[in-house]
């Protein structure tokens, strides 16, 4: 005999985690008493918003879904947003919330919700198991579903009553996950497609890419020479240093990629769904009538022709289509090279910030990083204007990876950066964070000190939520209002939670501080102290302003 609580450890183990992240309620004490008997290591977060964003960053790096822990009520609530980022970024989650008891239902009993209706709009699938017998398979199912078609988040609340009862052994074995594959006669329809054009680019993104993956598309896009724009945060699918690499669609988008995308004839929007960041809010393609043929491919049905008029709609799995299309040569390639080579110049041009005033340059820092960080690093950044820095300024290699959220989430970079070092412990991992975006979930640093992760934090402080000040000024002009901060000592901070920490005000001294964070045993905090008159690398609050007036 099994109680529920054991069972759900058993379909844990059976599906081969090896992480958790979570926060402990009494709730499901089943759970977390069963989890002594295994070798699953339990990463006790501070707050269930950073133990989701862990857990999603987790799926995203490995491409197995992320496991978080929570209680009921408000443990749920606060998890809420992690699970949000997860639907949003097409990466696998499974949720597990402590539940009250069966008997108790219905009452309005303490942290009482209903979480088939409270989280069903933000994931694949929201249920409860009522009964131990059904345990074993709905964690089966669980696993499935968010690994399939496109993945996402799935939460399961387990009533605590159901996690002490008890029910006969029932092994929990994974069902087989199929990735959507496009058949021969598909591919041969997309390659046709590219053959006729002449100012082709694939956007490519969404969730579960393999490193083979990544790997195909970069050689596939050399091949036949096409541009690559990847979407909104999703930088890491293709090598940036690779010719076919003309930059990314999302917010602050640059002119030349904006341009790219409006003056190509085809599109192949790779694993997209054509989202509101990645089209500049649906201005870059007509809604109606777009200019450029579109070709789409994407795990979900539902996807396919949903915003735009589609040339070609694939089922497909972004990482099993790439994989089919990568041999194929596209006829005429010589006709497209003018057509990659100035998009490739358009962007790199345009991919350069200006020399920045006071003391701390951060286009400098970023050069110096770009020069001197590990070919395999791992960077993370939450929202705000600080992470154009990582976002548009860095080029990311073949083995270099990105963890940064599509729904523009504060407080995500520190969470997703223990989840990397707890990953991937050998490598180096750098949180880049905005004095704002931070303080979040600034307590997670206790998290990483208890579970012995040592990421490197960068802390951008400007002393304000840059991003709405940058709309203010502009809808605005002088009427500040509610975006200025009155920031805690960082760097004693870091030091209260047994880091490494220092402050950095001039850009020579940048190098020897990041050399001496990155020799810590035990994590770093560095305090760079930016120019609060620059709102972006290219824009001052007076530009803001100007444009304000127009």
């Given at each position: ?14 599906h ?19 989890l ?9 977060c ?6 989701a ?7 995203r790096?490995?491409?197995t ?6 209680t009921?009520?408000p443990?749920?609530?606060?998890a ?10 097409s990466?696998?989650m ?38 131990v ?22 939460a ?12 006969e ?7 087989p ?9 598909e ?16 956007i ?23 541009p690559?724009v ?13 010719d076919?690499?003309?930059?990314e669609a999302?917010v ?32 870059l ?5 777009p200019?450029q043929r ?5 795990p979900?049905r539902t996807?396919l ?12 799995d ?5 994989g089919?299309?990568q ?7 010589e006709?497209r ?19 920045q ?8 820092v ?15 950044a939450?929202?705000?204007?600080f992470?154009?820095w990582?976002?548009?300024l ?6 270099a990876?990105?963890?940064a ?28 964070s ?40 502009r ?6 209002s ?5 920031n805690?000592?960082f ?10 920490s220092?402050?950095?005000e ?22 760079l ?13 007076d ?8």
């Amino acid at each position: 005999m099994r109680t529920g609580g054991q069972l759900v450890v058993d379909a844990l183990v059976a599906h081969g985690v090896t992480t958790a992240f979570g926060v402990p309620g009494e709730s499901y004490l089943a759970v977390l008493d069963a989890l002594v008997d295994t070798d699953i290591t339990y990463v006790i977060c501070r707050q269930e918003g950073g133990a989701a964003y862990a857990a999603e960053s987790w799926g995203r790096l490995t491409g197995t879904p992320g496991i978080c822990m929570v209680t009921r009520g408000p443990g749920a609530t606060n998890a809420s947003v992690g699970i949000h980022a997860a639907m949003e970024n097409s990466m696998p989650m499974v949720v597990l919330v402590g539940q009250v008891a069966t008997h108790e239902q219905g009452r309005e009993a303490f942290q009482e919700i209903d979480y088939r209706r409270f989280l069903g709009p933000i994931t694949k699938w929201a249920t409860q198991v009522d009964n131990v017998h059904d345990m074993a398979e709905t964690l089966t199912m669980a696993f499935k579903i968010a690994v399939s078609g496109r993945p996402g988040p799935v939460a399961i609340a387990l009533p605590e009553d159901v996690l002490r009862d008890t029910t006969e052994v029932i092994d929990v074995t994974p069902l087989p996950v199929e990735r959507a594959t496009p058949t021969m006669a598909e591919i041969d329809v997309i390659v046709a497609e590219l053959a006729k054009a002449e100012r082709p680019v694939i956007i490519a993104g969404g969730g579960r890419w393999t490193e083979q993956a990544r790997i195909d598309l970069t050689q596939f896009a050399k091949a036949n020479d096409i541009p690559v724009v990847t979407a909104f945060r999703f930088h890491d699918l293709v090598d940036n240093h690779s010719d076919q690499f003309v930059g990314e669609a999302g917010v602050a988008m640059l002119q030349a990629v904006k341009d790219t995308i409006r003056n190509a004839d085809v599109i192949v929007g790779l694993g997209i769904r054509f989202g509101e960041m990645t089209t500049a809010s649906w201005t870059l393609i007509d809604l109606d009538e777009p200019t450029q043929r579109i070709v789409h491919i994407h795990p979900d049905r539902t996807q396919l022709g949903r915003i735009y008029p589609t040339e070609v709609g694939v089922l497909g799995d972004p990482s099993v289509t790439i994989g089919l299309m990568q041999e194929r040569v596209v006829d005429a390639v010589e006709r497209r090279a003018a057509w990659r080579h100035d998009r490739r110049n358009a962007y790199v041009d345009a991919a350069v910030a200006p020399p920045q005033p006071g003391d701390l340059d951060m286009g400098v820092v970023m050069q110096w990083l770009q020069e001197n960080l590990p070919d395999d690093v791992i960077i993370t950044a939450g929202a705000g204007n600080f992470s154009i820095w990582p976002n548009k300024l860095f080029r990311y290699g073949p083995a270099a990876r990105l963890l940064a959220p599509q729904n523009g989430t504060m407080g995500y970079g520190l969470p997703a950066a223990i989840a990397a070092k707890a990953a991937h412990p050998e490598r180096t991992v750098v949180c880049f964070s905005g004095d704002g975006d931070l303080q979040m979930n600034i307590q997670e640093l206790g998290s990483a000190r208890q579970a012995g992760i040592e990421p490197i934090v960068l802390v951008l402080d400007n002393a304000m939520y840059g991003t709405i000040r940058a709309h203010q000024e502009r809808n605005y002009p002088e009427r500040e209002s509610g975006t200025k901060i009155i920031n805690p000592d960082f760097v004693a901070l870091g030091l209260a939670y047994g880091m490494h920490s220092e402050r950095v005000e001039r850009t020579d001294q940048f190098p020897a501080a990041f050399e001496r964070a990155k020799a810590s045993s035990t994590g770093a905090l560095l305090h760079l102290k930016v120019p609060p008159e620059m709102l972006t690398p290219w824009m001052s609050i007076d530009d803001a302003r100007a444009s304000g007036r127009a």
